[in-house]
């Protein structure tokens, strides 16, 4: 199920999903985004009824002419996680970004990992 509110310069869509085997709700989850001129919220929020966990996210971008910068967080499987990254749109075809990333590790006996990513993009000839 989906909506849309458009509203002078806000704009809000929202989701909700629920997933069902037979008679059974395996899964609820919704999302929402919000935007408002040049900034940019998101959520989305999952329940597995096979997990005792809730899934959220949450981001913050905002976007000025060429330049775009982000913050966000999770929680994932009782895991918390952050990100952030910003960008710069050098052409119409070339963009600069830098991106980082913090999360625990379940896989790797909860280790910390924090992964910093710069990248160029586009389209060349």
Do not use: C, H
């Not at 509110?5 to 985004?33: C, H, M, R, Y």
């Not at 999360?103 to 790797?108: A, F, G, S, V, Y």
């Amino acid at each position: 199920m989906t909506g849309s509110i458009n509203w002078q310069k806000l704009k809000i869509d929202l989701a909700f999903q629920l997933v069902a085997k037979g008679p059974t709700v395996s899964e609820v989850g919704g999302d929402v985004a919000v935007k408002y001129g040049s900034i940019d919220l998101s959520g989305m929020i999952k329940k597995d009824a096979a997990k005792p966990t809730v899934d959220v996210m949450l981001r913050l971008n905002v976007t000025a002419d060429k330049f775009s910068i982000g913050v966000g967080g999770q929680m994932k499987d009782g895991v918390f996680g952050a990100n952030a990254g910003a960008s710069y749109k050098v052409t119409e075809s070339i963009k600069i970004t830098a991106d980082y990333n913090n999360r625990q590790r379940k896989d790797m006996n909860d280790v910390q990992e924090n992964v910093f990513i710069i990248g160029i993009g586009g389209r060349f000839p």
